[in-house]
């Protein structure tokens, strides 16, 4: 169990600093933790992002998931770019959804968890 929620402040820490790095300010987290999912959405204040910057978002967001890249994953986050982190958080996820409208940008992923981690 311990390692699911450390897996999943990772993901959270990963989206948030992108949004920093976006130039985001005003933010605020909601997890929704079930027994075999975690839902994380991050929500900010972000003026002038681009089609091709939220485009961009959902890609790396989007990258399949990679359960065998997981152990790994500790490792490589935090000695990449920003986009190299993210990416990293995109493989680690099942689904994700970006969405800008009126400055404000909601990202919202969902990590299926395996049972025998519950």
């Given amino acids: 169990m311990k390692m ?33 999912s975690t839902e994380l959405t991050v929500t900010g204040r972000i003026k002038d992002l681009s ?12 990258i399949p998931r990679q359960k065998d890249m997981e152990q790994n994953y500790w490792n490589l986050s935090g000695e990449e770019e920003i986009d190299g982190e993210l990416s990293l958080a995109g493989m680690m ?10 400055n404000l940008l909601i990202v919202r992923v969902e990590r299926y968890e395996e049972k025998e981690s519950i």
């Avoid at 949004?19 to 987290?29: A, D, Q, R």
């Avoid at 089609?51 to 989007?62: E, G, M, N, P, Y």
């Avoid at 996820?93 to 009126?102: M, N």
Wanted: net charge negative; glycine share 8%; with cysteine.
């Fill in 4 to 36: 699911r929620y450390e897996k999943n402040i990772r993901i959270l820490t990963d989206i948030l600093g992108h949004f920093f790095y976006l130039g985001g300010c005003h933010f605020t987290t909601d997890i929704k933790m079930a027994p075999h």
């Fill in 51 to 62: 089609s091709a910057q939220v485009d961009h978002l959902k890609r790396l967001l989007s």
């Fill in 93 to 102: 996820v099942d689904t994700a959804e970006v969405t800008y409208d009126g």
